[in-house]
C-alpha cells in the first residue's frame, strides 16, 4: 500500500501549492507538514533543505527528499504519472512540458517574487524597483497570452490537454492583482488569452481543494492575505517581531 507524501510548506509561500496541485491531479496520497515563517531555517527543516525555502517532500516509497518545486514537479510526473495525465510520452511535448516548467521558474516565479516583494513586503516604497518588476510581470503575462493565442487559439500550453507546465503557472499568476496593485477584475487586462486559460485552470477541482487548504492553514497561523501576522504591515517588522518572540524565549529559558 502506497504511504503518503509528506509536503513541507508554510502556507502563505507560492511555489509549494504548485506541488499540491499535480499531487491532487495524479490522486497520489500525501500529508502536509505546515511549518511558520520563522522556522524555515531552523531544524529540522532546515535539515531536509539546506536552502531554507519551501517546498520539500519526504516520499517515503522511494526513501526521496526533494526540495525547488520544480524538481519536485518532475519527480512526481515521472514517479507517479505512468498513464500520462498530466504529461506526454512522445518525446516533443515531454521536452514542450519542460520548457514552459523552466520558463514559469526562471521567468515568472522570481520576477513576480520581486514585484510582490516591492508592492507588498518591503517597508520603503521604491518606485524605480516596483516599475520594473510591474513590467516585468506584464511582460510575462504578453508571452503566455501571446502562445494561447497561436494557431487560432491554444486551450493549453502544450498539446492537446492539461499538463504539468499549465499547473505551474497558476499560483503566481492569480497573485497578479496583489503585485500589480490593480483591482482583481483588471488583473489581465489586455490578455484575453491568458485570462481566459487562467479562468479554466481556477475551475479545477485540485486548485479549488489547495486554496481551501491554504487559507485553512493560513487562519490556523494567525495570518493576513499576503503572509503577513494581523497588525503587522510589511517585512521588516515581521522580522523584527521575530527577533523579539527568540529573544524573550531565550531569557524565560534562563529564568527556567
Known sequence: MMKPIRVWLAPPGPNPWKVVQVLEELA????????????????????????G?????????????????????NYLVEQYDKSHIISYDTIKERHECDQWLHFQ????????????????LHAEKLPSAIERYQNEVRRVHGVLDGWLQRDG???WLVGDKMTYADLAFTVWNERSDAILECAPEDKFRGFPH???????????????????????LMDEQGLMWNGMPKNITNMAEYEAKIKADEEAAAAAAVKE
Open 28 to 51: 497520489v496520497p500525501y500529508e502536509i507538514k505546515s511549518i511558520r515563517f520563522e522556522n524555515i531555517k531552523k531544524p529540522p527543516f532546515i535539515n531536509l533543505n539546506p536552502n
Open 53 to 73: 525555502r519551501v517546498p520539500a517532500i519526504e516520499d517515503p516509497n522511494t526513501d526521496i527528499v526533494l526540495w525547488e518545486s520544480g524538481a519536485i514537479i
Open 105 to 120: 521558474m526562471s521567468g515568472q516565479g522570481p520576477y513576480f517574487g520581486q514585484a510582490g516583494w516591492f508592492t507588498v
Open 153 to 155: 487559439g491554444r486551450q
Open 194 to 216: 491568458l485570462e481566459a486559460w487562467h479562468e479554466r485552470m481556477t475551475q479545477r477541482p485540485s486548485w479549488k481543494t489547495a486554496m481551501e487548504t491554504r487559507a485553512r
